[in-house]
């Protein structure tokens, strides 16, 4: 099967078959090439609908995971999103698609440097990526429209609370280490209204305000 067919396939069975509704989404995850966020070895299961391995232990999400909470962000194409956990980059190209800038935060320099590359390749400009502590969010360029976190924690990292601006959105995995709970928080002044988006399982959020090392 061809990687165009199965992106296609990944779309119809994965993404729309399991609820994600989003046309803007859905055209920006069938736009990526996801097979070229994964090593060569694993280019064959690329669309396949699981998580695969990125090096440093580190992981790239299935395609539904990355659908929903895309989906969940409500993006509509001016916003300036902050991402926390940069990993092979997919799920940044997949943000870069649908907003007007994305700042990218990763703890591993590895995965940095090639996302930085990969995306510079395929001509996604929009992103900016530094590497740190992801749970410190990324203060010079505060506030953010949306925030989301692709790594589980065991909190909600305070200081992404400050950076997000009045009517942002923050989507994130909390829980346990080996099994979190979906959530969207919507910022309206003071108040922080919570949304439940059920079971996923994440990396660690290593840093500050997540797991220790």
Same mark, same amino acid.
């Given at each position: ?5 199965? +992106?296609? %396939?990944?779309? =119809? #069975?994965? @993404?729309v078959? *399991?609820?994600?509704? /989003? ?5 920006a995850?069938?736009?990526?090439? +996801?097979? %070229?966020?994964? =090593? #060569?070895? @694993?280019?064959a *299961?690329?669309?396949? /609908?699981k ?6 232990r ?5 395609p ?12 509509r194409?001016t916003?300036?999103?902050?991402e ?89 995995p ?18 922080l ?20 090392r």
């Amino acid at each position: 099967m061809s990687y165009e067919r199965a +992106r296609a %396939r990944m779309i =119809e #069975e994965q @993404l729309v078959g *399991r609820g994600i509704a /989003d046309p803007r989404v859905l055209a920006a995850m069938a736009r990526v090439e +996801r097979h %070229r966020f994964v =090593e #060569e070895a @694993l280019e064959a *299961r690329a669309y396949d /609908d699981k998580p695969l391995p990125i090096g440093a232990r580190q992981t790239i999400s299935q395609p539904f995971m990355v659908g929903l909470m895309t989906e969940a962000l409500g993006l509509r194409g001016t916003e300036r999103v902050l991402e926390i956990g940069t990993g092979c980059g997919y799920q940044t190209a997949v943000l870069a698609e649908l907003v007007a800038n994305v700042f990218s935060v990763e703890r591993i320099s590895t995965l940095a440097t090639a996302a930085r590359q990969l995306l510079d390749r395929l001509g996604y400009y929009n992103v900016a990526i530094r590497v740190g502590d992801g749970t410190l969010g990324w203060s010079d360029e505060a506030p953010f429209d949306a925030i989301v976190v692709t790594a589980g924690t065991p909190q909600v990292p305070r200081p992404l609370i400050t950076q997000l601006a009045d009517g942002g959105r923050l989507v994130f995995p909390i829980g346990e280490e080996e099994l979190q709970t979906l959530v969207r928080i919507r910022k309206e002044g003071s108040r922080l209204h919570e949304e439940y988006f059920g079971d996923c399982r994440f990396v660690k959020l290593v840093g500050r305000y997540g797991w220790e090392r």
